[in-house]
């Protein structure tokens, strides 16, 4: 198994697919990458890249290349993420080329952090789909040849964000690839791709990290202290991104929130919950929001097992004296419809819904079970 697998952390399975696809010589020409946002799928994609172009007979000559991919530099990687579109842009602008220079520089400084540490996540605002324009600039990257180079590789990040035009650019590179390039596709939303680039590419599935393999990310990879990661880690469902969203939004100021909210919500007491809401919502303060969703559904997941079976593992130890209160009054609630509620209303903030609304929402559904 090549060195550069190591670098992937977790998911053995995938390390293992692509150590015997790299082994048989016989390389797709495209992928799909598929799993939640965070678990380390564009890690792997740049580690699969350096894995391809590495040769023992030319270390040298390898090591100047190695350097050159983890850096995201061309032609050996082209990297292609959502950006924001420019003022007064159109389809016949290249895809920078009407950014200002402040966000050309925060661009530049979010491709530093991710070269330096490929399991960062690049943030940029405004980031909402995958310009056609980046597509077409495909054709220019393919139209240079490079014959020194063994494999070329195009990754593609988020790219479920691109729309029916940018795919349909997409599908007429995938059907007559040139020799030596690869395309890697990474999505945490495979469905919302055409089923006729699903159908061109190798389907590799991701799975959520294990606690023992994210704690050591957060504290080796991120420099999170060990004590804060520890407290963070159940919370995340097995991903970087949502590990880093809690440290950066005040986990413990976003468990006492979201412990407030269960309570002012069961108690019908509607105007102290909203009032939680309240900050996040003059900011507009979706990734807050988002992450308040994410622990009421843990809380109602542990109050679930705390029901069916007493002194087991869960998320709320800490508050466990929450869950013991609401089954005494309430031991017969049904909470399934209402966390589905809760995940969709979640799910529904790509398509700009109004946050007032949203948030009078989740106040609504958690009410419901103390209806009766």
């Given at each position: 198994?090549?060195?550069?697998?190591?670098?992937?952390?977790?998911?053995?399975?995938?390390?293992?697919?692509?150590?015997?696809?790299?082994?048989?010589?016989?390389?797709?020409?495209?992928?799909?990458?598929?799993?939640?946002?965070?678990?380390?799928?564009?890690?792997?994609?740049?580690?699969?890249?350096?894995?391809?172009?590495?040769?023992?007979?030319?270390?040298?000559?390898?090591?100047?290349?190695?350097?050159?991919?983890?850096?995201?530099?061309?032609?050996?990687?082209?990297?292609?993420?959502?950006?924001?579109?420019?003022?007064?842009?159109?389809?016949?602008?290249?895809?920078?080329?009407?950014?200002?220079?402040?966000?050309?520089?925060?661009?530049?400084?979010?491709?530093?952090?991710?070269?330096?540490?490929?399991l960062y996540k690049i943030k940029i605002k405004r980031d909402n789909f995958i310009k056609i324009s980046s597509i077409r600039d495909i054709k220019k990257f393919?139209?240079?040849?490079?014959?020194?180079?063994?494999?070329?590789?195009?990754?593609?990040?988020?790219?479920?964000?691109?729309?029916?035009?940018?795919?349909?650019?997409?599908?007429?590179?995938?059907?007559?690839?040139?020799?030596?390039?690869?395309?890697?596709?990474?999505?945490?939303?495979?469905?919302?791709?055409?089923?006729?680039?699903?159908?061109?590419?190798?389907?590799?599935?991701?799975?959520p990290l294990e606690e023992n393999d994210l704690l050591y990310i957060l504290t080796q990879k991120f420099e999170i202290e060990s004590s804060i990661a520890k407290?963070?880690?159940?919370?995340?469902?097995?991903?970087?991104?949502?590990?880093?969203?809690?440290?950066?939004?005040?986990?413990?100021?976003?468990?006492?929130?979201?412990?407030?909210?269960?309570?002012?919500?069961?108690?019908?007491?509607?105007?102290?919950?909203?009032?939680?809401?309240?900050?996040?919502?003059?900011?507009?303060?979706?990734?807050?929001?988002?992450?308040?969703?994410?622990?009421?559904?843990?809380?109602?997941?542990?109050?679930?097992?705390?029901?069916?079976?007493?002194?087991?593992?869960?998320?709320?130890?800490?508050?466990?004296?929450?869950?013991?209160?609401?089954?005494?009054?309430?031991?017969?609630?049904?909470?399934?419809?209402?966390?589905?509620?809760?995940?969709?209303?979640?799910?529904?903030?790509?398509?700009?819904?109004?946050?007032?609304?949203?948030?009078?929402?989740?106040?609504?559904?958690?009410?419901?079970?103390?209806?009766?």
């Amino acid at each position: 198994m090549s060195i550069f697998f190591d670098e992937i952390i977790g998911n053995d399975k995938v390390k293992i697919i692509l150590s015997n696809i790299l082994q048989s010589g016989n390389i797709p020409h495209a992928f799909l990458f598929t799993g939640a946002d965070g678990i380390g799928k564009e890690n792997a994609a740049i580690s699969f890249t350096k894995a391809l172009n590495y040769s023992q007979q030319t270390p040298q000559i390898s090591d100047k290349i190695i350097t050159s991919i983890d850096n995201l530099n061309e032609p050996y990687i082209k990297y292609i993420l959502p950006l924001p579109r420019g003022k007064n842009e159109t389809e016949q602008n290249d895809p920078y080329e009407k950014l200002t220079e402040d966000e050309i520089d925060q661009i530049n400084l979010e491709f530093k952090k991710k070269s330096t540490n490929h399991l960062y996540k690049i943030k940029i605002k405004r980031d909402n789909f995958i310009k056609i324009s980046s597509i077409r600039d495909i054709k220019k990257f393919l139209s240079f040849s490079y014959e020194d180079i063994k494999y070329r590789v195009i990754l593609i990040s988020q790219a479920h964000l691109m729309n029916e035009e940018s795919q349909n650019a997409l599908l007429k590179n995938l059907e007559e690839p040139p020799e030596g390039v690869i395309f890697i596709l990474s999505t945490s939303s495979p469905e919302k791709l055409r089923e006729t680039i699903r159908s061109r590419c190798w389907k590799i599935n991701f799975q959520p990290l294990e606690e023992n393999d994210l704690l050591y990310i957060l504290t080796q990879k991120f420099e999170i202290e060990s004590s804060i990661a520890k407290e963070v880690v159940p919370f995340s469902g097995g991903s970087i991104q949502t590990a880093m969203s809690l440290i950066e939004n005040d986990f413990e100021s976003l468990l006492d929130k979201t412990i407030k909210i269960l309570r002012y919500s069961f108690g019908k007491k509607y105007n102290s919950a909203f009032m939680e809401f309240e900050e996040m919502l003059s900011e507009s303060d979706v990734t807050r929001i988002k992450l308040v969703i994410t622990m009421i559904i843990i809380w109602l997941n542990d109050y679930q097992k705390y029901r069916l079976v007493e002194g087991g593992r869960f998320f709320y130890s800490n508050r466990i004296e929450t869950l013991e209160k609401f089954k005494a009054k309430f031991p017969d609630v049904n909470i399934a419809e209402v966390t589905n509620n809760l995940d969709r209303i979640s799910s529904s903030f790509r398509n700009n819904i109004n946050l007032n609304v949203a948030v009078c929402n989740i106040v609504f559904q958690l009410s419901k079970l103390t209806a009766y």
